[in-house]
């Protein structure tokens, strides 16, 4: 007989994942050290990419969208980087243009976010030349000057 999987164990695992996304969206470091430390399978949430309302995010790129950069410590220090800043989601550009296969370093810089772009890449190794979906072969840098980011280029 299969085991089966309670109902409970899938609100459960949402409203975690509603609880972390709003801790870090608003940058709350000690609730999420708490709530973390609490979670007994952190790098299952850490690392898992989830949709909230027309974004595909992880929570690390929740942090870097709005720029948290003690969150980012609190989420590298609770999972290792290398398994959270190479995660692609999905974000809306400019309330239409949508664009899929983004990094978190892709989400710090278009929000000019720079400090908390340095630490991804310095701290978290996040990969510069990493291309998103719609632009494969445009790596980060290239697909900013094509959008006259020069901001983001310096």
Known sequence: ???????????TKDRVLDELYTLVRDGLTDQLLSQLTNLSNRTEYLT????????QLSLLMVAALHGHEDIVRILFEHCE????????GTII???????????ALYCACYRAKFPVARLLIETGRANTNHSTLDEPY???????????????VQ
């Open 1 to 11: 007989m299969p085991d089966t999987i309670s109902l409970d164990s899938f609100d």
């Open 48 to 55: 898992s990419v989830n949709w909230y309302g027309q974004e």
């Open 81 to 88: 980087p290398k398994y959270q800043v190479e995660l692609e």
């Open 93 to 103: 550009l400019d309330n239409q243009t949508i664009l899929e296969g983004v990094t």
């Open 138 to 152: 445009h790596p980060l840098l290239i697909h900013a000057t094509r959008m006259n980011r020069l901001d983001i």
